[in-house]
């Protein structure tokens, strides 16, 4: 087992973690934005075969990387680059109504 | 006993995280001992008839824009709904930015770099299904511009250069053009998004002109990144 | 076959043009929405036709390497309910949405758009992808208004779901890695060799990604947030079809990926009945309390989603045909009442249960529709609401699961109970004088026809019972949706 997939998982625990342990809205976004990478890592790794080169047949090539995980990566990096936006938009949103990233004060909403 | 609680919580966390680490961990072992790397037919396929099938030597860009061109489609909607939510949500405010007025060697330096910038992103836009690069990338390089200007010369300069509703339409129209090219394929009798099987000429592979529709999907796709990352950091950088 | 992209392509198309008519032709925005929506019915009748025998699309013509579309009855039955939704939705919504009407249309038909992807793709990582697109938007379209609840709940609500995803995203790459291939069919049959083990990993994976996105007890507190102050056509949406798509994928991928016998194996069938009991008491007792409508029938939709989920979970075809039933009925009844909220919000803001304190005798009609659509969810005969949910306890009770058939009887009392007080406050007299702006034909006429629904599903079940009762051979047999998508 490669010690790179052991990065993997640590990143995506780490990135879990922070969003659930974390007061701060700017830090749980951070924690998705930890996550994504994680999953981003994955998908690089499982494409890479030792020896291989990009999938460019521009010239002879012997082995090539597998090149549906980079097409995959390059969809989760803009649905998850959309997602962050979207997340820190709110976040300036909310940030304007209660002057607070605080999770904890802003809960008008219960029950 | 206010104290304790609080730190029950967070071993109550940790533990959590900690044990989804175990199972992963565990997870990823087992199917790593699996030796699963020979089931890899599809890519091979990909990799031994790609060029022939779709006339871009770049396969990671026949597999977004030909094989895949479906979930390209649906990852520009994503980005378009981003883009329409940021900026409705964080409409325009009639605020100056706050920050440092640069000095003359910034804002020289600027101006000299925005026409190489504008190179690279067609560059990069135009040879997306020969070299590194395609319509994501040269899109990210192209809102370059814009954001360079709203940098250095504030907000309200880059948004009198670059109106937000001229934006706003060509992100539209660089989805429609996308869609619109997808229909191309039925109208001469097959599939949607179809290249090749629709018998569009690939040209020889390596040629500028070659790959069928790949070109123009990478040229929609370019205007609609570039436009659609321009509105997304004015609308972020806008708000006090 | 080409209605099936169509069904895809046609809202993205409108929700690009609606874009462009915002800053220059603010004219045709009306016409625009509404023949779009018009064409849109004609096409999903088209292909909900077509959808027995099961027929696959494939996108640009790829066949097995490239996506496939796939029109099999249990998407019928999706796009059914787009059908009777969406039209009625956007009529009603001209006229009610006033703040930002460029933005929620584009949103809706956005959100329409990636529903209809989800319920049509056969390919896991298309599937994300689409998922992404309607939580996306919808998540816009709970922050509509830009009130602080909204705000609040548009967060949580991202927050949520985009954790599901992640996990969704998770368990898709794992799965591309062990079997190397995206196709649902190829995967289905690669997923023979793969040991036990792993496969029980990876669906925990999948099913933890999807009740988040689903909301079942505990992981259901930011649902009714979103509900709280959203605009209300959205909400009938939302309950109708962002839930249910949800519940859709999660199905799709349990039935046919890993096959009916690995289910009952790893014990997951005992497992999701037992959770939907929970979450249908917890829900019920939740609802009890709640003195905001909206948030009321929130909590009335978890725990009608648990119904669905106990049909669907027994796992045997009576199972399945009651709970199809019941997502067909939950979007009609609970839209009904969402819609009748609508109006009553519309005219006097009305927003919590004394609120609404003797507008019957304001509103004849519409009370009595609200009366109808609120028995039928409670399940009373003779409306539509009683038979699937009498077909989901008989097939419970067939399957062992007498405790899960006592406990809906018991959780139909509970619905009573807050239903009949809703219903009693609504026809109590009210001394106040009361000024109401008069909705028009445009807003009354989505609800009654929707109210109308409810009995004539009622009185004539077979009607969509046509269409449901094929749905389990696709399901149980998961060797039949794979022979169609390989095309043999």
Not at chain 3, 153 to 178: C, E, H, N, P, R
Not at chain 3, 395 to 423: M, N, P, R
Request: aromatic share 12%; glycine share 8%; with cysteine.
């Amino acid at each position: 087992m490669q010690i790179s997939y052991i990065a993997v998982i640590i990143l995506f625990c780490l990135g879990i973690y922070t969003i659930i342990s974390n007061k701060n809205i700017i830090k749980m976004v951070m924690g998705f934005t930890i996550l994504e990478s994680s999953l981003i890592l994955l998908l690089i790794l499982i494409s890479y075969t030792p020896g291989g080169t990009a999938p460019i047949l521009d010239r002879q090539y012997e082995i090539v990387v597998d090149p549906i995980p980079q097409a995959l990566a390059l969809t989760t990096i803009v649905i998850g680059g959309s997602v962050t936006a979207v997340m820190l938009a709110v976040t300036i949103k909310l940030y304007k109504r209660y002057r607070t990233l605080n999770v904890d004060k802003l809960r008008k909403l219960r029950g | 006993m206010n104290r304790i609680n609080v730190i029950s919580k967070k071993l109550y966390k940790i533990g959590l995280v900690v044990s989804l680490a175990i199972f992963l961990l565990f997870i990823f072992y087992d199917i790593h001992n699996l030796e699963s790397n020979s089931k890899r037919y599809l890519s091979d396929h990909y990799i031994s008839e790609g060029v022939q099938e779709t006339g871009a030597i770049n396969i990671v860009t026949s597999v977004l824009y030909d094989y895949r061109a479906f979930d390209t489609l649906g990852e520009a909607t994503v980005l378009l709904t981003a883009a329409a939510i940021l900026s409705f949500l964080v409409p325009i405010t009639k605020d100056k930015m706050r920050g440092t007025p640069f000095t003359i060697i910034v804002s020289q330096t600027t101006q000299v770099f925005i026409p190489f910038l504008a190179i690279l992103g067609m560059y990069l836009i135009f040879f997306g299904h020969l070299a590194p690069g395609g319509g994501f990338v040269g899109g990210v390089v192209i809102a370059l511009i814009p954001i360079l200007l709203t940098i250095t010369y504030r907000v309200e300069f880059s948004e009198y250069k670059f109106k937000p509703d001229k934006k706003k339409v060509s992100e539209d129209i660089g989805a429609i053009g996308f869609v619109l090219i997808g229909l191309l394929g039925i109208l001469t009798g097959s599939n949607f998004l179809a290249n090749g099987q629709a018998n569009v000429s690939l040209g020889d592979a390596g040629e500028l002109i070659s790959a069928g529709l790949i070109p123009y999907l990478n040229i929609m796709i370019g205007i609609k990144v570039g436009a659609g990352l321009a509105i997304i950091f004015n609308s972020l950088i806008k708000e006090k | 076959m080409e209605a099936a992209v169509w069904v895809i392509i046609l809202p993205l198309l409108t929700a690009f043009f609606i874009g462009i008519s915002k800053v220059y032709v603010k004219k045709i925005f009306v016409p625009l929405v509404i023949s779009s929506a018009i064409i849109y019915l004609y096409l999903l009748i088209l292909v909900i036709n077509n959808s027995y025998p099961p027929n696959v699309y494939s996108v640009g013509a790829w066949r097995l390497i490239g996506i496939n579309l796939m029109v099999d009855p249990f998407s019928g039955l999706f796009l059914l309910i787009i059908a009777l939704l969406f039209l009625p939705v956007i009529i009603f919504s001209v006229k009610y949405i006033k703040s930002y009407k460029h933005e929620y249309f584009i949103f809706t038909y956005i959100m329409t758009a990636g529903i209809a992807g989800m319920v049509l793709t056969a390919d896991l990582f298309n599937l994300y992808v689409f998922l992404e697109v309607s939580s996306l938007s919808s998540c816009a379209l709970v922050a509509l208004k830009k009130t602080n609840k909204g705000l609040e709940g548009a967060y949580k609500y991202l927050v949520m779901s985009t954790l599901g995803s992640f996990f969704i995203l998770l368990a898709t790459i794992l799965t591309y890695y062990l079997t190397g291939t995206l196709n649902i069919a190829e995967i289905s049959l690669e997923f023979n060799e793969i040991p036990f083990k792993i496969k029980s990993a990876l669906m925990a994976f999948f099913v933890f990604g999807y009740v988040l996105k689903i909301g079942l007890i505990p992981l259901h507190f930011w649902l009714p947030d979103t509900y709280e102050d959203s605009p209300i056509p959205y909400n009938v949406l939302s309950s109708g079809l962002v839930m249910k798509s949800a519940v859709y994928a999660l199905i799709k991928v349990l039935y046919i990926i890993f096959g009916i016998d690995f289910l009952d194996k790893s014990g997951l069938l005992q497992i999701g009945v037992f959770w939907g009991v929970i979450t249908f008491i917890v829900a019920h007792l939740l609802a009890f309390q709640q003195s905001n409508l909206s948030r009321l029938l929130a909590y009335s939709s978890i725990a009608q989603i648990a119904y669905i989920m106990i049909g669907l979970f027994v796992g045997t075809e009576g199972g399945l045909i009651g709970g199809n039933f019941h997502i067909l009925n939950h979007a009609i009844m609970k839209g009904t009442l969402f819609l009748v909220t609508a109006i009553f919000y519309y005219s006097l803001s009305a927003v919590n249960i004394e609120d609404i304190k003797g507008l019957a005798y304001k509103f004849p009609i519409l009370s009595f529709t609200f009366v109808v659509a609120s028995l039928a969810i409670v399940g009373l005969p003779p409306f539509n609401g009683f038979i699937s949910k009498w077909l989901i306890v008989e097939a419970a009770l067939e399957s062992g699961f007498v405790y899960a058939a006592f406990f809906i009887l018991v959780g139909t009392f509970l619905s009573l109970t807050y239903y009949l007080k809703v219903i009693i406050t609504l026809y109590t007299k009210n001394d106040k004088e009361i000024v109401v702006e008069e909705p028009g034909l445009s807003l009354s006429l989505p609800t009654i026809f929707l109210g109308s629904l409810c009995i004539v599903f009622g009185v004539v079940p077979s009607l969509p019972l046509r269409l449901i009762n094929k749905i389990p051979t696709f399901l149980l047999d998961n060797g039949e949706y794979i022979r169609v998508l390989l095309g043999g």
